[in-house]
Antibody
Framework: QVQLVESGGALVTPGESLRLSCAAS????????MTWIRQAPGKGLEWLSYISGSGSDVFYADSVKGRFSISRDNAKNALYLQMNSLRVEDTALYYC?????????WGQGTLLTVSS | DVVMTQSPLSLPVTLGQPASISCRSS???????????LSWFQQRPGQSPRRLIYKVSNRDSGVPDRFSGSGSGTDFTLKISRVEAEDVGVYYC?????????FGQGTKVEI
């Protein structure tokens, strides 16, 4: 069955960088677009970024454009989110999900806390 | 970005009774290929979101048939025919037609 496991969340100070990972299994990873979504504590869901199966097509929401970078390693069945210039308002639970338009499977999330 | 507006934001329910959540988009969600990428997600307390419905009215595998989705264009509805205790949580609609995808604010369903 499809399994997505996020990791890399941590407590960081404003301005720092961090890379999140999402390990995928149970499906042909390279066949699918993948998406990152986040949820601030007690808040709703925010769609952040997607990447095509080959990695050639990427898209970012305005809230993270220029600071976050999505990538993937199909040989390792891994999805990444490089986050730079982190802000307090980036504090959230970060999820990876399969596909771009329909988000059919989600991981359990990894928590990023940005605080001084 | 497309704005998704859910109502109500809080929905007190009675076990065994029906419940309904509305979701409206700021523009049509019909994609160029004819599909309408409107999904519904359930997030139980302390859990990740789980997709229930895709392309307006298609139930995901394992989703009880008391859940149904309907609508077209800009107006969509999630219905629960008879609420059970395990249905407590927050429900989100999401459009994937116009990227970036956008979510509704969420509707909290509580007994």
């Amino acid at each position: 069955q499809v399994q997505l496991v996020e990791s890399g969340g941590a407590l960081v100070t404003p301005g720092e960088s961090l890379r999140l990972s999402c390990a995928a299994s149970g499906f042909t990873f390279s066949d699918f677009y993948m998406t990152w979504i986040r949820q601030a504590p007690g808040k709703g869901l925010e769609w952040l970024s997607y990447i095509s199966g080959s990695g050639s097509d990427v898209f970012y929401a305005d809230s993270v454009k220029g600071r976050f970078s999505i990538s993937r390693d199909n040989a390792k069945n891994a999805l990444y989110l490089q986050m730079n210039s982190l802000r307090v308002e980036d504090t959230a639970l970060y999820y990876c999900a399969r596909t771009a338009r329909e988000l059919d499977s989600w991981g359990q999330g990894t928590l990023l806390t940005v605080s001084s | 970005d497309v704005v998704m507006t859910q109502s109500p934001l809080s929905l007190p329910v009675t076990l065994g009774q029906p419940a309904s959540i509305s979701c409206r988009s700021s523009q049509s969600l019909v994609y160029s290929n004819g599909n309408t990428y409107l999904s519904w997600f359930q997030q139980r307390p302390g859990q990740s979101p789980r997709r229930l419905i895709y392309k307006v009215s298609n139930r995901d595998s394992g989703v009880p048939d008391r859940f149904s989705g309907s609508g077209s264009g800009t107006d969509f509805t999630l219905k629960i025919s008879r609420v059970e205790a395990e249905d407590v949580g927050v429900y989100y609609c999401m459009q994937g037609t116009h990227l970036p995808g956008t979510f509704g604010q969420g509707t909290k369903v509580e007994i």
